[in-house]
């Protein structure tokens, strides 16, 4: 083949000079956000990118994963021949893979000629399922993905048309191991002029030639800037697991949270770039799945909108155009699309290249709570009761003791006790989780572990603050109990409440406290495992179907010790929902939801109970004392009350002891 070098140069030359502008200019802004330290464990980081990227782990957990894990490895592959094609286009009488080997250029011309058709038979996939089977919660017929897959089928087709024109003539040595190249000489091109080959050569090579540039310049202008970005952003996850929140330093001139583009980190603004709009971040999203504003795959896309229209006048230092927090526009995160989140991470969980949607909508709570006390009207009181009470209701320090008044429970002391037990507010206050609290210590007095409280002493640990945004008030409330811990010498926590498991566990520890946390089902799990518990016989709890809080499962991937838990009294595995472990449903009441009211399309708690219903159950049993408010409102609203129960895992195994 013999393109007119002199015009391709010029063509090259140009396609790549518009191609490394733009990526300059789009990534130049990312500088605009701050700093963060991404690149540390370098080690661990190119694993993560190895298992995630390049294995497409998150990807082929979906049965159509395995269409885009063909796509992307087709392309993986074709990039070594498609940058062949462009170099011997510049370089004819230097650079060719025929200059190999026999061996080595038949093998390669058998994987090219292979890949390619698996590539165009995927492409097709992609198009007939976008058409014939949209998938609910994406744009499936957008211009943007018929542009690419377009794009894609036609460099395909151009490349058999260039090598079966090459065959015809019988100048490619390597036709008997391209199959598909072949059979495309000998059904399209059998019979044709060799003059007229040569021309149909020329035309496939200018045809692959200048989409391949096209589709290289289109790329950081379009959704599928993913294509450049999304395997970095692998090797730049959080190595632990995203389950809690950066500090805010509180000194004189700071801003706090996130109120325009250039205060998220550069991660942050980086994520915006490598959103695949997959759309399972959507599909799961408790909030979006029951008719709220809140998309998180939107989300994302308005700070990238937001960081394109602003980031070049804040290099120049110029004003803003568009506000990041504000309603009805492209590019701007409504403040009730903010307040929708349940923190669940979900979204987190099944993102295929680790973006981190919560952290992002927290920035912006704290932004509105901190800098311009903007919140829904219920929180107020909320807020006003945790700064002078220290509990969500405002109730007298003093009835945290209540619960304990028939019981012989003592005040924790270092060197008498070797657990605190950490009540929790709903633990001390709530008249439901009242009930649990009594079993959890009913379940430690069997054991025989020595244990004490904190009494009216206890204060709230501060999870829906921090979710909530109120930074300033968590941190003074995270203070004062480390400081209480350090007087008491308490080393070991047990907690009833995940949300207190979660907060004293990751969150403590950016305040330097290395607390040993225990939730309580672990915590009987284990007593029962070492013979400390004794039980009597199975218990029948009729169909015990089984709930994942999100902070005990997917915030600290506990999920085996209470289903164990219940099946040691039971006898049996519990029932498990459709959405389960690490793919579970929300209850609707974390990120401090608990304390707001729903007005916007279903309750998440009744979505949650219709799907607990369709398991027929006579007991559902949860591990959260939001959960199980959440749960048997659910049943209520249902009319369903008075047929199944909610038990904790404590309450059921507490019945069983000797």
């Not at 462009?86 to 200059?99: K, V």
């Not at 968590?474 to 907690?495: Q, S």
């Not at 039971?570 to 974390?590: I, L, P, Y």
Request: aromatic share 12%; proline share 4%; with cysteine.
């Amino acid at each position: 083949m013999s393109p007119d070098i002199t015009l391709f140069i010029i063509v090259f030359v140009v396609a790549v000079a518009i191609f490394g502008w733009s990526c300059f200019r789009r990534f130049r802004l990312v500088t605009v956000g701050k700093a963060e330290n991404r690149f540390n464990h370098v080690g661990k980081r190119i694993w993560s990118m190895l298992f995630y990227a390049f294995g497409q782990r998150r990807v082929v957990s979906r049965p159509f994963g395995l269409n885009h894990f063909v796509l992307f490895w087709c392309f993986i592959i074709l990039l070594i021949a498609n940058t062949e094609f462009l170099f011997n286009g510049l370089f004819p009488d230097y650079i060719s893979l025929s200059r190999l080997p026999d061996g080595a250029y038949h093998t390669l011309a058998l994987v090219f000629d292979l890949v390619s058709v698996l590539a165009l038979l995927a492409m097709l996939a992609a198009i007939v399922r976008r058409i014939a089977f949209p998938p609910p919660h994406i744009d499936a017929r957008s211009r943007d993905a018929f542009a690419i897959l377009a794009m894609i089928a036609v460099l395909m087709i151009a490349f058999f048309g260039l090598h079966g024109s090459e065959i015809a003539q019988g100048s490619e040595e390597a036709a008997q191991y391209m199959p598909i190249s072949s059979f495309t000489a000998s059904i399209f091109l059998s019979g044709v002029p060799a003059g007229s080959l040569v021309e149909y050569a020329n035309f496939f090579w200018w045809i692959h030639a200048i989409v391949l540039l096209a589709f290289l310049n289109y790329l950081p202008y379009s959704k599928h800037m993913h294509i450049l970005t999304a395997i970095p952003n692998c090797f730049f996850k959080s190595l632990e697991k995203v389950n809690t929140q950066p500090q805010e330093e509180f000194k004189k001139g700071n801003t706090f949270g996130v109120g325009q583009v250039d205060q998220f980190s550069w991660k942050g603004l980086f994520d915006s770039y490598s959103c695949t709009e997959c759309g399972r971040c959507s599909d799961i999203c408790p909030a979006t799945f029951t008719g709220k504003l809140l998309d998180p795959r939107l989300v994302i896309h308005d700070i990238k909108v937001n960081l394109l229209r602003n980031g070049p006048l804040m290099n120049k230092k110029e004003e803003i155009v568009l506000p990041l927090i504000a309603d009805g526009q492209e590019g701007s995160v409504s403040e009730e699309v903010i307040w929708a989140c349940t923190t669940c991470g979900a979204c987190m969980e099944v993102c295929p290249v680790f973006i981190e949607h919560v952290p992002r909508i927290v920035d912006m709570r704290r932004n509105l709570v901190e800098m311009k006390a903007k919140f829904p009207e219920e929180l107020l009181a909320f807020f006003e009761n945790m700064e002078q009470r220290s509990n969500p209701w405002g109730i007298a320090p003093g009835d945290r003791i209540k619960w304990a008044a028939e019981t012989d429970v003592k005040p924790f002391e270092a060197g008498k006790a070797e657990y605190l037990f950490y009540v929790g507010c709903a633990g001390a206050f709530d008249a439901r989780s009242r009930r649990v609290t009594l079993a959890v210590s009913n379940i430690l007095d069997a054991s025989g572990i020595s244990w004490g409280i904190l009494g009216k002493d206890e204060m709230c640990c501060g999870d829906s603050l921090r979710r909530l945004g109120n930074e300033f008030v968590f941190d003074l409330m995270v203070k004062e109990n480390i400081k209480m811990f350090k007087e008491r010498g308490v080393k070991k926590v047990i907690t009833q409440c995940p949300h207190c498991y979660s907060t004293l566990k990751n969150d403590y520890r950016q305040y330097g406290v290395q607390l040993e946390v225990v939730h309580h089902t672990e915590l009987i799990m284990n007593l029962i495992k070492e013979g400390k518990l004794k039980l009597n016989e199975t218990r029948d709890l009729g169909n015990v179907v089984f709930h994942d809080s999100c902070y005990l499962g997917r915030y600290n991937m506990i999920y085996e010790a209470p289903r164990k838990a219940v099946a040691s009294v039971t006898g049996q595995v519990v029932t498990e929902m459709g959405r389960n472990h690490d793919k579970s449903f929300c209850c609707g009441a974390g990120g401090g939801r608990m304390w707001m009211e729903e007005s916007t399309g279903k309750r998440i708690n009744v979505a949650r109970i219709e799907e607990a219903l369709e398991k027929a159950p006579r007991t559902i049993c949860v591990c959260c004392p939001y959960c199980m408010t959440m749960f048997e409102d659910g049943l209520k609203d249902k009319n369903a009350d008075d047929k199944v129960q909610v038990l904790d895992p404590a309450e059921i195994v507490a019945r069983a002891l000797v």
